[in-house]
């Protein structure tokens, strides 16, 4: 993650709490506007349509037009972006924003010169309408960076986040299939067996920010100690934060380098299955996604992970059908709903095969994987051939 400490001073400080304003302020019309929709009326209002729309309000209102067309145009396309993870099932729908809470802005088409370096430690960026900001120099600037969020946290403290698209990784001349499920217990299982796990706060982390969500319960309300309580634990979530997308782009990059094909289950259809509760095609499934305490973040981080595997991978990621990958026994490929003893376990029961369940629905992944590959006239995977054809079942058009 590049993520920086920005310094602004108390002048640059009050233009920057304007452009998050007008950011947020665009960002609940657009959330308004499609909050309105609903099937079968006239479609919500496009990117398109909205930049229109913006152009007139700012016509009409003096502080908008006063404010950065860079900062508000970008976000709505971050909302356009936002209902386009939504519809792909990767995230939540976006909801209204309020001050204070997750403020920032993003500007895009960062050019090399609107960031630069002073001294060892201090580097500064160019943000429209405000100018130079410092920025302590942390660590080193990713290359290509085209664009860069600003944004304010609830302790106050304000970040610069440059982006960049991460170079291909090419592929090993020897890598075959693996498929990745997520799991519950685990963040992560591949078809090799291995059980990765996404790091979360430590235990005395975890007792610290029990400690304080109490403290913050009986903390009056409006007081100074509710506020420097909040604080610590935005402090806390910030971290965990932080080392997930570590771990994101740690994993991502390896998977990349050691596989020709990264097999996932499809997002889209996952959710479609879960969703429509009840299907014979995954209760299991549905059961799972419950399990998870913080599942949002977890499916956040799953989102993410698979959006890095696509840049770093490109071309090399097939999305698969994930309909019985769970409850299919991936030696002999019988489907059968109550090979899954628990959470963790599954034993089929006609040809004795047992395994950690998120590694046997990984297997189920990679195979429908490999079977897509070879079908397209792909290289040969090396995919053993005494699996039972109703596997094409698993398979995406
Ligand atoms: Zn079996």
């Avoid at 060892?120 to 080193?140: I, T, Y």
């Avoid at 592929?171 to 291995?194: C, I, K, Y």
Wanted: contains cysteine; hydrophobic residues 40%.
């Amino acid at each position: 993650m590049s993520r920086y400490r920005l310094q602004p001073s108390p002048a640059q400080e009050a233009v920057l709490l304007e452009h998050c304003g007008h950011a947020r302020f665009v960002w609940n019309l657009a959330v308004e506007q499609h909050a309105h929709w609903r099937p079968g009326r006239k479609s919500a209002p496009g990117f398109a349509e909205q930049c229109r729309q913006l152009t007139q309000a700012r016509g009409e209102f003096a502080w908008l037009r006063a404010g950065s067309i860079i900062v508000q145009q970008q976000a709505l396309k971050d909302f356009a972006q936002a209902m386009a993870n939504f519809f792909g099932g990767t995230h939540r729908r976006p909801t209204w924003r309020r001050r204070g809470q997750g403020e920032g802005f993003r500007i895009v088409a960062v050019k090399a010169g609107d960031v630069r370096r002073l001294s060892r430690h201090v580097g500064e960026v160019k943000v429209p309408k405000v100018g130079w900001v410092r920025f302590r120099w942390s660590r080193a600037l990713p290359e290509g960076v085209k664009s860069c969020r600003v944004t304010r946290d609830a302790a106050g403290r304000w970040h610069v986040a440059f982006a960049a698209i991460p170079e291909p990784i090419p592929a090993p001349g020897t890598g075959g299939v693996v498929g990745v499920d997520r799991g519950v217990a685990v963040s992560a299982a591949l078809s090799t067996g291995e059980l990765l796990h996404a790091p979360a706060l430590r235990d005395a982390e975890k007792a610290r920010l029990l400690r304080l969500l109490r403290r913050l319960a009986r903390a009056e309300r409006g007081s100074h100690r509710r506020g420097r309580v909040k604080v610590a634990i935005a402090r806390l979530k910030a971290r965990e934060r932080d080392r997930r997308r570590d771990w994101v782009e740690k994993t991502s990059t390896d998977l990349a380098r050691r596989f020709g094909v990264i097999a996932v289950e499809d997002l889209k259809i996952a959710n479609m299955v879960r969703s429509a509760k009840g299907t014979i095609d995954a209760p299991g499934r549905s059961v799972r996604q419950k399990a998870g305490l913080n599942r949002g973040i977890l499916a956040a981080g799953w989102g993410r992970l698979v959006a890095r595997l696509e840049q770093k991978a490109p071309g090399r990621v097939v999305k698969i059908n994930p309909a019985y990958t769970s409850q299919r026994c991936s030696a002999c490929g019988i489907v059968d709903r109550q090979a899954r003893e628990s959470q963790a376990s599954f034993r089929c029961r006609s040809c004795g095969y047992a395994g950690n369940a998120d590694v046997n629905a990984a297997r189920n992944i990679a195979h429908a994987a490999g079977h897509a590959v070879s079908a397209r006239g792909g290289p040969p995977l090396g995919e053993p051939t005494n699996r039972e054809p109703q596997r094409d079942l698993l398979l995406m058009g």
